[in-house]
């Protein structure tokens, strides 16, 4: 009985995961995480954490809650760096470098990533200045027609272009939940970053919104380096060429998407994909 259930739940996953393409091994290392360990105080919140992420993928960052998702995601910008009384050991590379190396600047290497968060969090302002308002800053644009480009392409990769080009005055929190988590995407990616990544971003969007975004996730796939932290085990398999498994701090599993949901190897990763807890 038990063994049907599982076999049902897999049957499902495998339609969901059907026309995926497989991870490709073409593609280039991007980030080598080697033995990372992470404390906050006294509590270990990873442990001895390995994992490769390519380019031009999504890799999908799967686990009950708190098992260390959002943790390595800030050791991968260096934001964990920021919150006092914590610890890393091990090493994190980007494009072969070590990012914790003294000639890295903190400030310089986050700026190679964008961070989109839970809850769509627009700045107060236009939808233009949403986007502008980074690339301004950092001297990426200087000329009005700059910026203008700027906005209208971050926009448009965003998948949100056609919907707001007669609306770029209105406030970005006048738009709808879903419209306005696309605009963050739009201002992640506006100071030009290689790495976006994604916190639960859809945690908070409806089944419309949120097909629409998993579209401009693969759509941004060909340009950057993508991660995404899920709790929505078809979502992880819809998006992603690469999952990772989390449990209690430590990665349990990683590999090919489709692999792992029809073949996963872990009992807890696969008693988690199949819901048996959560
Ligand atoms: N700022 C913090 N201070 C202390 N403990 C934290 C902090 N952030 C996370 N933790 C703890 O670290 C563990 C991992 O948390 P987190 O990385 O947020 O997990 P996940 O994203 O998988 O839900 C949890 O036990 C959590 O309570
Ligand atoms: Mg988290």
């Known amino acids: 009985m038990q063994h049907q259930v599982m076999e049902k739940n897999l049957v499902d996953y495998k339609l969901h995961v059907g026309d995926q393409p497989h991870h490709d091994r073409a593609h280039k290392l991007k980030i080598k995480v080697e033995n990372v360990n992470f404390w906050y105080g006294e509590k270990q919140a990873l442990k001895n954490v390995s994992l490769d992420i390519y380019n031009q993928e999504v890799t ?36 072969g470098e070590d990012i914790y190396s003294d000639e890295i600047e903190a400030t310089t290497l986050r700026r190679r990533f964008g961070w989109v968060a839970q809850k769509p969090n627009p700045f107060p302002w236009s939808v233009y200045h949403n986007v502008a308002y980074g690339a301004r800053l950092h001297g990426l644009v200087s000329t009005r027609a700059e ?8 926009l448009e990769r965003a998948g949100l272009w056609n919907e707001v080009k007669d609306r770029l005055r209105e406030p970005g929190t006048a738009l709808s939940g879903g419209q306005q988590q696309r605009l963050c995407v739009a201002r992640a ?3 030009k970053p290689d790495i976006i990544l994604m916190d639960e971003p859809a945690s908070a969007l409806d ?22 932290i899920t709790h929505n085990m078809q979502q992880a398999a819809r998006v992603s060429q690469r999952t990772a498994f989390f449990h209690l701090g430590e990665l349990l599993e990683q590999g090919d998407t489709e692999e792992i949901f029809i073949r996963p190897q872990n009992d807890l990763c696969r008693d988690y994909i199949t819901g048996r807890f959560g």
Request: aromatic share 2%; with cysteine; hydrophobic share 35%.
């Open 207 to 228: 089944p419309r919104a949120t097909a629409h975004l998993e579209a401009m996730i693969e759509s941004l796939r060909e340009k950057y380096c993508i991660i995404i």
């Open 189 to 191: 990616i506006s100071t």
């Open 147 to 154: 910026t203008d480009e700027l906005v209208q392409s971050c």
């Open 60 to 95: 999908a960052f799967i686990g009950p809650s708190g098992c260390g998702k959002t943790t390595l995601l800030r050791c991968l910008n260096r934001t964990n760096e920021i919150i006092p009384d914590t610890r890393m050991t091990g090493l994190v590379t980007l494009d």
